[in-house]
């Protein structure tokens, strides 16, 4: 038999058992619903990232020489710098409809039996696009060599909205003091630069919307995050705007080597990129391809190349020395792994 000594120690292990259940509970609950609202809000951001995926659309229309259309024509489009291809075939209306290919240059072949096979090369798909093409197929045999090639295809641009692109030819051609790609920005019809304020350096307005309306994306993901000193908290911490540089410029979200190319559209863009009314900015960082590639840049200022103004001439003074090198290197290609493929 138990002694009351024995009875009371129980009793107190009893009660401190029962107070430490709701805690335990308690606690287990909370992290509960710290999983759960981890799990939807990255389930709502897969979400917007796939509604505004940085990627361009083919489309198009196979025929005959008489203008029928051919159904169940295989086509394959191919990624010439990487190498990758999408397969498809039309359907009963002789269309063909490939999604979600990256930006770049593409060749797209077609074939059907009774047909001679075509290959329409050079085939540029920009950031956003949707674009369709039209493939006459002629009369021939699918197994001979012949080969039908069409080296300037003609691309039908299907979307409703004004913009202007920026390739990676044309940055690479165009010299940009301070070495941002804002400077090609501001030579998009309707673009107009802001006067410069506390809370506005270096900004810019698009149809006469406010400067904080305009949106940016790289590589598909939101860019209107980040804190700085030179725009106000309720603009960058509401995702107005990106996180702009001491100057405020938007130099920092994407450096020009590393730059692709951008798309900047103005007015009836389509409802996913319906968060702010401003200019919809689309940035697409450059990738690997199946070629080693690298280049070397220097920029530089002297004052050896300065002439001296006629006030320091005046006063017998010497110029102020200048010395401003901004170098660098860029460099890029497959990744190599023995016994695993290439590229």
Do not use: C
Not at 182 to 191: C, D, H
């Amino acid at each position: 038999m138990p002694t009351p000594r024995q009875h009371q120690n129980n009793g107190v292990l009893l009660r401190s058992s029962i107070r430490k259940l709701p805690i335990a509970a308690i606690v287990a609950n909370a992290l509960l619903r710290i999983a759960f609202g981890l799990s939807l809000a990255l389930t709502l951001t897969t979400t917007n990232l796939r509604a505004q995926s940085a990627t361009a659309t083919l489309s198009g229309t196979i025929m005959d020489q008489n203008g029928a259309v051919i159904p169940n024509v295989n086509v394959v489009v191919i990624n010439i710098a990487q190498g990758f291809q999408r397969s498809t075939t039309t359907n009963e209306s002789g269309i063909f409809f490939v999604p979600l290919l990256p930006p770049g240059t593409y060749v797209v072949k077609a074939e059907h039996e009774g047909f001679t096979p075509t290959e329409v090369r050079d085939v540029a798909l920009n950031v956003n696009d949707q674009v369709s093409i039209k493939i006459l197929l002629k009369v021939g045999s699918l197994q001979g060599q012949t080969v039908d090639v069409i080296d300037t295809p003609t691309l039908i641009n299907e979307s409703p909205a004004v913009s202007t692109v920026v390739d990676r030819q044309f940055v690479g051609n165009l010299p940009m003091n301070g070495r941002s790609f804002q400077a090609l920005i501001n030579l998009t019809p309707g673009v107009v630069l802001t006067k410069a304020s506390v809370v506005e350096q270096g900004q810019f307005s698009v149809n006469g919307q406010r400067a904080d309306s305009n949106y940016f994306t790289i590589d598909g993901a939101s860019a209107n995050i980040g804190i700085s000193t030179t725009t106000a908290l309720s603009q960058s911490g509401g995702g107005a705007l990106p996180g702009v540089s001491a100057t405020g410029g938007f130099n920092n979200l994407v450096s020009i080597d590393a730059l692709q190319e951008f798309k900047i559209q103005t007015s009836t863009y389509a409802p996913e990129f319906g968060r702010s009314p401003g200019a919809q900015v689309s940035i697409i960082t450059r990738s690997g391809t199946n070629d080693f590639r690298g280049s070397v840049f220097e920029y530089f200022r002297n004052d050896v190349l300065d002439a001296t103004d006629w006030f320091t001439n005046s006063r017998g003074q010497k110029k102020p020395p200048l010395r401003q090198n901004d170098f660098g290197f860029v460099f890029g290609g497959p990744i190599l792994l023995p016994r695993f493929g290439e590229g």
